[in-house]
């Protein structure tokens, strides 16, 4: 089955896809926790992998997938209804970063996104009349939130997919925060409305790369890394929940 944007064959996608925004991402994710992983689509470089799992634990050699979403709600909207709808994914797991919002987190922090906010458009097409409510997979989310326990501080609460990466209206920031928004990033809503649409599964789970409220508080990069691992760890719970 080769649709618009993926050549690849039905079978070639494990029932879980974890997605970091970025293809390089995604094929170095892959060399990080599968075994056999090979290339099942490159589609305008957006590389997807498939192998099974290479970590130790209750999931060793269960088959699982990762593939890039590109950046932006239409981008990851069209990469997940298609695995969706044709390639009989069940399960998607964007793993990103996120800009920091609430003071209360800071650079480095795990955050699940267990609803998403949006100024995009794409949500309020689906249902007549509604602003309709962008949320994860609860199951999943309590996975993720469970391979935190004892290991790392997570937060779980709302988030903000955002179209415009470099503008927003005064007085937006603030009131986000007023809100306990936790952070922004640029994909959740959508992931969230095509996963409902096809009765499916999503989860987000972000780490903090930068802080919009909080300024001067760079991770260095190794800091960087093992944060991302964090969130890595959550996203496999979640993948197999
Ligand atoms: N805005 C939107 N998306 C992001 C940001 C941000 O500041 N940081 C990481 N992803």
Redesign the pocket.
């Known amino acids: 089955m080769t649709t618009p944007h993926i050549n690849a064959e039905t079978n070639d996608f494990a029932p879980a896809v974890l997605m970091p925004g970025d293809p390089k991402r995604a094929e170095r994710m892959a060399g990080m926790i599968l075994d056999s992983a090979r290339l099942v689509t490159d589609v305008r470089g957006m590389m997807g992998f498939t192998g099974t799992y290479s970590g130790s634990g209750e999931h060793y050699g269960k088959p699982l997938s990762i593939m890039g979403s590109g950046m932006g709600m239409p981008s990851i909207a069209i990469y997940a209804t298609e695995l969706f709808r044709f390639f009989d994914v069940e399960r998607i797991i964007r793993v990103?970063?996120?800009?920091g919002i609430s003071p209360d987190v800071s650079v480095g922090d795990v955050i699940i996104g267990v609803g998403a906010h949006t100024t995009s458009s794409m949500n309020e097409l689906r249902i007549p009349g509604t602003h309709f409510s962008a949320i994860a997979d609860l199951r999943m989310a309590a996975a993720a939130l469970k391979a935190a326990e004892g290991t790392m501080n997570v937060f779980t609460g709302p988030i903000i997919s955002?179209d415009h990466?470099y503008f927003s209206i005064p007085g937006q920031l603030d009131a986000m925060v007023a809100h306990g928004v936790l952070g922004?990033?640029?994909e959740a809503a959508s992931l969230y409305g095509v996963a409902a649409e096809h009765g499916k599964g999503a989860l987000t789970v972000l780490t903090v790369?930068?802080h919009?409220t909080k300024k001067g508080t760079d991770m260095t990069s190794e800091e960087r890394e093992s944060r991302f691992q964090g969130a890595l760890t959550l996203a496999i719970a979640a993948a197999f929940a």
């Open positions: 990103g970063t996120a800009g955002a990466f922004v990033e640029m790369s930068d919009l």
